[in-house]
């Protein structure tokens, strides 16, 4: 299946204002996003930086990538000349390298950090206290290429309603809670893909990242 642009426009349709979609084209061929950018999709999300250093120089370049993997520190520099928004800032040292190369280039880049609010222990991100001790002190001025813009979380793969909206409840508290300390830049909270977006919106969700949904089931 290519991309299914009337589920998009269903699911735009059925957003509250300020919410907005990243649609997860990881795995998918260059067709299926120029198929997607046709319709009026800008914001691609992508999980590998090999597979987005070979996507981004032939397509559009109004595209704004959002880079939502797992980012090893070594790879930041391939993708920091055009990267949109980085979802997933789990390490303090990959702060520093985001740093580093960001100041190279005499830019800024957004980054969103990971928070863990999922019961499963193999997810990235940090815990809700690690958070909060470590954004509540002046992050900005050791950080001054990086514009500090939100949270990521990712809740649980189970089909239990209530455990899903504790997890993203959680990550919109930290969200609230660190609000006044990071300053206007601060206004993207996101969380919610294919399976649960409705209840990541009721939740106060911002930015969904929806791939399956829009692309088809991926191998
Ligand atoms: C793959 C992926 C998505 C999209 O998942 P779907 O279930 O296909 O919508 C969202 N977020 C992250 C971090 C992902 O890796």
């Given at each position: 299946m290519a991309?299914?642009?009337?589920?998009?426009?269903?699911?735009?349709?059925a957003l509250p204002a300020g919410v907005a979609i990243v649609a997860v084209s990881k795995t998918k061929p260059i067709q299926?996003?120029?198929?997607?950018?046709?319709?009026?999709?800008?914001?691609?999300?992508?999980?590998y930086v090999q597979e987005l250093m070979e996507k981004?120089?032939?397509?559009?370049?109004?595209?704004?990538?959002?880079?939502i993997g797992h980012l090893q520190s070594?790879?930041?520099?391939?993708?920091?000349?055009?990267?949109?928004?980085?979802?997933g800032v789990d390490k303090v040292s990959l702060l520093d390298e985001i740093q580093k190369q960001a100041a190279k280039l005499g830019k800024k880049i957004a980054v969103l950090i990971q928070l863990?609010?999922?019961q499963e222990e193999t997810k990235f991100g940090f815990s809700s206290d690690e958070a909060i001790e470590l954004f509540s002190a002046a992050i900005q001025e050791k950080y001054p290429n990086i514009v500090f813009s939100g949270i990521m979380a990712m809740a649980s793969f189970l089909d239990d309603t209530?455990?899903?909206?504790?997890?993203?409840?959680?990550?919109?508290?930290i969200f609230d809670h660190l609000a006044p300390i990071m300053g206007?830049?601060?206004?993207?909270?996101?969380?919610g893909m294919s399976s649960d977006w409705q209840l990541a919106v009721q939740e106060g969700s911002t930015l969904l990242r929806i791939g399956?949904?829009?692309?088809g089931s991926r191998n």
């Open positions: 991309f299914n642009a009337k589920v998009y426009q269903e699911i735009s349709a299926d996003l120029q198929d997607a950018y046709a319709e009026g999709v800008r914001d691609f999300g992508e999980n981004q120089p032939v397509l559009p370049a109004d595209i704004r990538w959002h880079f070594n790879k930041v520099k391939y993708i920091a000349p055009y990267v949109h928004l980085i979802h863990h609010v999922a209530e455990v899903l909206k504790s997890e993203f409840g959680e990550a919109k508290r206007s830049e601060w206004n993207t909270l996101s969380m399956s949904t829009l692309f």
